[in-house]
């Protein structure tokens, strides 16, 4: 099945975890398709820093120029910083809704207007489901992907009766470079051991698995749903 023939995507954070898996998938399913990072230094990557403007306008400029138009953007690219509310500085919690609030903005911002100009289009944010409950030592990756679950919805509001989709997918703890580096500096293997059996599957998502999700969300199998958060947790909110 090639649920993307003949479709065009973008991909922020592109280079690693669930946005590489994202990439191959979409190209599995018939996609030509852009990768973009902050790491641009691999073949075929993009170097796109998403909280700067002039960045993300570039890679608009340059995915229109590439493709013609653009029929997906999967805004991927976030980081977390480990630290509580009380202790965590104001720089590291700026840092984080800079990339994770400002920057998909942002990437919505520079590709909406073309969709909006076709009335076609399918932008997918990934979000968290830590941005719809709490976990100590991510206070601010929690509040910064609330508020990108709810940028999502005015967005879709805006944009929806002019044929735009736009979606929040919020994945629960996903084996990835990124969810290994905060196992290891919140206190290694226990804590993986933990996240796991928070699940009700009692396991992590694989970036595939995620990936899947999102292809969902980026592909006309979602053409109804708007405005939505799909959350793939392995029911880590569901008690």
């Not at 002019?162 to 206190?187: H, K, Q, W, Y």
């Not at 970036?207 to 880590?236: K, N, R």
Request: hydrophobic content about 50%.
């Amino acid at each position: 099945m090639t649920r993307l023939a003949g479709k065009t995507a973008v991909i922020t954070g592109g280079a690693s975890g669930i946005g590489r898996a994202a990439a191959q998938r979409f190209r599995d399913e018939g996609a030509a398709v852009i990768v973009a990072d902050v790491r641009g230094d691999e073949d075929e990557v993009v170097a796109c820093d998403v909280t700067v403007a002039g960045d993300v306008e570039r890679l608009a400029r340059l995915a229109s120029e590439q493709f013609g138009h653009i029929d997906i953007v999967f805004a991927n690219a976030g980081i977390a910083t480990h630290g509580t509310g009380a202790t965590m500085s104001e720089s590291e919690w700026q840092r984080v809704f800079d990339v994770d609030v400002k920057g998909v903005w942002l990437v919505c911002r520079a590709f909406l207007p073309a969709m909006l100009d076709r009335r076609a289009g399918s932008i997918v944010i990934n979000a968290s489901q830590l941005g719809l409950v709490g976990y100590p030592g991510l206070t601010a990756y929690g509040a910064a992907k609330a508020a990108a679950i709810n940028l999502v919805r005015s967005l879709a509001a805006e944009a929806g009766a002019r044929g735009v989709r736009i979606n929040a997918l919020c994945p629960g703890p996903t084996l990835t470079p990124g969810l290994e580096a905060f196992i290891e500096a919140a206190g290694g293997a226990d804590v993986g051991r933990e996240l796991a059996a928070s699940t009700l599957l009692g396991r992590l998502a694989s970036a595939q698995e995620i990936a899947a999700a999102a292809l969902f969300l980026a592909s006309d199998d979602s053409s109804y749903v708007t405005g939505a958060t799909l959350v793939a947790d392995g029911g880590y909110t569901a008690v």
